[in-house]
Structures are given as structure tokens and as C-alpha cells.
């Protein structure tokens, strides 16, 4: 009889070929899906054909994704080498899903690159960790490998999704398959629905402040209870997408109806398994929050682990504000922070990057309840235009620095809240700007004040996000 295994070993026991596993164990493992993007790509590229060969074929095209994201809006010439590597990579191979950002002239001095006029008319999809659910790559009991830290933040599917060196993608992309040792699972319970005036983004944070940054080192991150069930899908990734940031090998949601709907109207296969915890599953570690008294929480430069609640904050000046990326760049932290700055005006300026074209559109079709807008009303994109915001097109931009003619990069020493997911020195451009990171609702209250402000001051009630995200 199988020992009790959690969601996380049940997956790489199936993909091992093994009745079971126990943490500890080194297990070969069959990779269902392997991504890199413009960054990684080209050196996972290089690897492979030294190894394997010039001439070798990837173990199955139809399994490998490529999503340009990184450095896209940039006048770099190297930047734009990178996405010529990927384009005569993917011609050769054959490989089905590669999202080329086709407003990119590669060619040596081709300077900044006009952004894609209609983002429903591109092949461009933004930021990977968006768009891997988007276009249907994500499923449940799957195992999905990146060449991307923050590739863990689809366990918010109730998969295995682990971040890899060039090597190790270099070697799947080869053979289809990796070598693990099985992690030790940590259990986050929280209970109570989730209030009006919290996210996702204060959960992890809340978290890792009590672990520290190396808390879940080489640890499966097990999020569940009532109040993760009661957050958006969306917000759930947000969870999963900074395990890493607690050293985590991977973060784990349970699926549900919500999981479910998603994966069924986009998955690219028909099938996939749904694993839960064994009764008796042994954990390395739990802990308990209880929603109803937990606090908008902030992370103070230089570490995700530095926490404080945003009312302790409050003497901190701020010179700009950031909404973006793949931690907060999703449709429904975009309603979140349009509902809050709906009818007034920043007093910082505040940089806003879709996370996906396809965020980018509903944008501009949505209102801020999530619906489509109605003949007078404005748009999320109006919204968020009239409170004085500045609107990029959607990438990773400024969460990763990034050339200095980035848009929203840090370029001297300020102060930064952030919906961001890292705040070491530099990470967001300047070495001594200071990123502090914090929810969309708390980033949007800090906009309008210019200092760091905890949301309760702005709300209230629950914010609608109507059918934003959920298929």
C-alpha cells in the first residue's frame, strides 16, 4: 500500500513511474511542458546543441513554449539578438508554441521598437507566467518546468512548476526529462474569507516575514484552507509566484471549480489528473492564519522577508508608484487598483504594465466592475488614464531593471511601491532606490497619497471584479 503522500509528491511519484515517493528521494521524472523566454532561451539554446548536437531535434515541439517578455521595449541591440536566436531556433525545430514579438526589428540599430498598435492583433503575449495559463499550458497533476524563477507560480493549477538553469532546460529539452529530489512539504492554512482590503500579495508576504527568504529552501510551499479557496484564481498565482522568494522549490494550490473552469475553456490537451493531499500526509512544517486580523502588509528595501504592516509605514515618503508584472499585472489587481483611484488623482507618479496583451485588452473593453463597458462608461485603461497614470505596454519592464530606456526602470536613488515580487538593491534598476512591495490596493492608496497608506482608508466594501479572469 502507498504511504499518505501530499499533492506535490503524488505528482512526481506519477511522473516517475512509482507507486510512491518520500521526501529525500532522487527520482527521474517525464516533464510535461518546458518554457524559457528571451532571456534564458538563447543560453538553454546553446547548451543544448553542444550536447545533443547541431542538427538535434527537441524530444517533442508540441512541449516546448517560448515567450519573449523580458526585454522587449528597448532600443538594445543585444536585447533584440536574443529574439532573433529564438525565432531561427524555433524555425528549425518546428515548435508549435513560440509568441513572437513580431513589432521587433531585430537587425543591428533598429533602435526602440514601435509597440504592437491592437493587442488582439499580435502574436505577442507578454509576460510568460501570464501566458502560459492564458494559452491553455497549464493543467492540473502536470509537471512544468521554466527557465524562469517565478515559474512556480503555476501551482496555483495544482501543478508542479519549478524553476531551471540552462543546463537542466537544456538536458529536457533534449529528453523530455529531469532529475529531482523529492521536496519536503510546507503547510500555510488560512482561515476565514478573504476581507476587502487584502490580497494575495499580503498573505505571502505576511508568510515569508515569518519564515524568512530561506524559510521553504528546497520545500514544496501548501497553500490551502477556506481563505485560499475564497481568493481569484488570479490571486492565488500571485501566492505561488513568490514561493521562490522564500527559497521554495514550488508552491501548490488545491484545485477547485475555479481551477477547473479556467484549465477546461483554454487547455491546449484534453486530460489531466487532479491530486490532493492524503489523509496522514506528513508535513516539515505548518501554520496558521486566521484572515480576519491579519494587516495590508509591506516589504521594506532589501528583502522580501523585511515585513511590516502598511499603517507602520506610514512616515514613508514616496516617489513613485508601480503596478505590473506577473505578481501584480493581472486583470483583476488591474480592477483592483482602477476601482480604488476611480474619480481622483495620483500624487506620485504611478507607472502601469499590463501583465499580458490579453490583460491589455480586457483593459480597454472592461469596465471596473469586470464587464464589458457600456456606451459611456470608461474603460479600466480610461480609468486608470484620467487618475494620471502612465500606461506601458505589457512586459516584465521595470520589474527586472533592464536597460536604463526601460519603461518605469528605476533610473536614480528613489523611493518605490511596487506590486513587484523582488526588491534586492538594483533589482528594479538603481542600486540605492528603495522598492517597497506591497499589494495593487496598497500600492493604489500609497498613488494618491505619496507616502506609504494602508488601503482601509480607501476601502471598504469588496471590490466587483465581475467575469475578469475566471475563463
Known amino acids: 500500500m502507498a504511504r499518505p503522500m501530499t499533492i506535490t509528491e503524488k505528482i512526481l511519484a506519477k511522473h516517475a513511474g512509482k507507486a510512491d515517493v518520500k521526501p529525500g528521494d532522487n527520482v527521474w521524472i517525464d516533464v510535461d511542458v518546458l518554457m524559457t523566454h528571451d532571456v534564458c532561451g538563447p543560453g538553454t539554446i546553446g547548451i543544448f546543441k553542444r550536447e545533443f548536437g547541431e542538427d538535434a531535434k527537441v524530444w517533442d515541439p508540441d512541449r516546448v513554449v517560448i515567450i519573449p517578455d523580458h526585454y522587449i521595449f528597448t532600443a538594445d541591440d543585444k536585447c533584440h539578438r536574443n529574439i532573433q536566436i529564438l525565432r531561427d531556433f524555433v524555425t528549425r525545430q518546428g515548435i508549435r508554441y513560440y509568441y513572437d514579438p513580431d513589432f521587433v526589428n531585430a537587425n543591428e540599430g533598429s533602435g526602440m521598437p514601435s509597440p504592437y498598435r491592437d493587442p488582439t492583433k499580435t502574436n505577442y503575449k507578454g509576460v510568460c507566467h501570464k501566458a502560459l495559463p492564458e494559452e491553455g499550458h497549464l493543467r492540473p497533476g502536470e509537471v512544468l518546468l521554466g527557465t524562469d524563477s517565478h515559474t512556480c507560480t503555476a501551482g496555483a493549477f495544482g501543478q508542479f512548476a519549478t524553476g531551471v538553469g540552462n543546463t537542466d532546460a537544456a538536458f529536457t529539452l533534449g529528453t523530455g526529462k529531469t532529475w529531482v529530489k523529492v521536496p519536503p512539504t510546507m503547510k500555510f492554512v488560512f482561515h476565514g474569507e478573504i476581507p476587502p482590503y487584502l490580497t494575495a500579495k499580503d498573505l505571502i508576504l505576511a508568510v515569508i516575514g515569518q519564515i524568512s527568504v530561506s524559510g521553504a529552501t528546497y520545500k514544496s510551499m501548501y497553500f490551502t484552507g477556506e481563505g485560499i479557496a475564497s481568493l481569484t484564481l488570479e490571486d492565488r498565482m500571485t501566492?505561488?509566484?513568490?514561493?521562490?522568494?522564500?527559497?521554495?522549490?514550488?508552491?501548490?494550490?488545491?484545485?477547485?471549480?475555479?481551477?477547473?473552469?479556467?484549465?477546461?475553456?483554454?487547455?491546449?490537451?484534453?486530460?489531466?489528473?487532479?491530486?490532493?493531499?492524503?489523509?496522514?500526509?506528513?508535513?516539515?512544517?505548518?501554520?496558521?492564519?486566521?484572515l480576519g486580523v491579519m494587516e495590508p502588509m509591506v516589504a521594506k528595501p532589501h528583502s522580501p522577508d523585511n515585513k511590516a504592516t502598511a499603517r507602520a509605514c506610514e512616515d514613508t515618503k514616496l516617489d513613485r508608484a508601480y503596478v505590473g508584472s506577473c505578481t501584480g499585472g493581472k486583470i483583476t489587481d488591474m480592477i483592483m487598483v482602477a476601482a480604488l483611484l476611480d474619480g481622483q488623482q495620483v500624487k506620485i507618479p504611478t507607472f502601469v504594465v499590463p501583465g499580458s496583451t490579453e490583460v491589455h485588452a480586457d483593459m480597454l473593453r472592461m469596465n471596473i466592475r469586470g464587464e464589458d463597458k457600456?456606451?459611456?462608461?470608461?474603460?479600466?485603461?480610461?480609468?486608470?488614464?484620467?487618475?494620471?497614470?502612465?500606461?506601458?505596454?505589457?512586459?516584465?519592464?521595470?520589474?527586472?531593471?533592464?536597460?536604463?530606456?526601460?519603461?518605469?526602470?528605476?533610473?536614480?536613488?528613489?523611493?518605490?511601491?511596487?506590486?513587484?515580487?523582488?526588491?534586492?538593491?538594483?533589482?528594479?534598476?538603481?542600486?540605492?532606490?528603495?522598492?517597497?512591495?506591497?499589494?495593487?490596493?496598497?500600492?493604489?492608496?500609497?498613488?494618491?497619497?505619496?507616502?506609504?497608506?494602508?488601503?482601509?482608508?480607501?476601502?471598504?466594501?469588496?471590490?466587483?471584479?465581475?467575469?475578469?479572469?475566471?475563463?
Open 374 to 471: 457600456k456606451l459611456g462608461e470608461k474603460s479600466i485603461y480610461e480609468t486608470l488614464e484620467a487618475a494620471g497614470c502612465n500606461i506601458g505596454p505589457s512586459s516584465c519592464a521595470a520589474c527586472l531593471g533592464g536597460p536604463k530606456d526601460t519603461f518605469g526602470r528605476l533610473n536614480e536613488a528613489i523611493n518605490c511601491i511596487s506590486t513587484t515580487n523582488r526588491n534586492f538593491p538594483g533589482r528594479m534598476g538603481d542600486k540605492n532606490a528603495g522598492v517597497f512591495l506591497a499589494s495593487p490596493l496598497t500600492v493604489a492608496a500609497s498613488a494618491l497619497t505619496g507616502h506609504v497608506t494602508d488601503p482601509r482608508e480607501f476601502v471598504s466594501e469588496p471590490i466587483v471584479t465581475g467575469s475578469a479572469g475566471l475563463v
Open 239 to 290: 501566492l505561488t509566484n513568490m514561493a521562490i522568494e522564500a527559497g521554495g522549490k514550488n508552491g501548490v494550490c488545491d484545485v477547485d471549480d475555479k481551477t477547473l473552469n479556467y484549465v477546461k475553456a483554454r487547455s491546449t490537451r484534453p486530460e489531466w489528473e487532479v491530486f490532493t493531499d492524503d489523509a496522514g500526509a506528513a508535513y516539515d512544517y505548518e501554520f496558521e492564519w486566521d
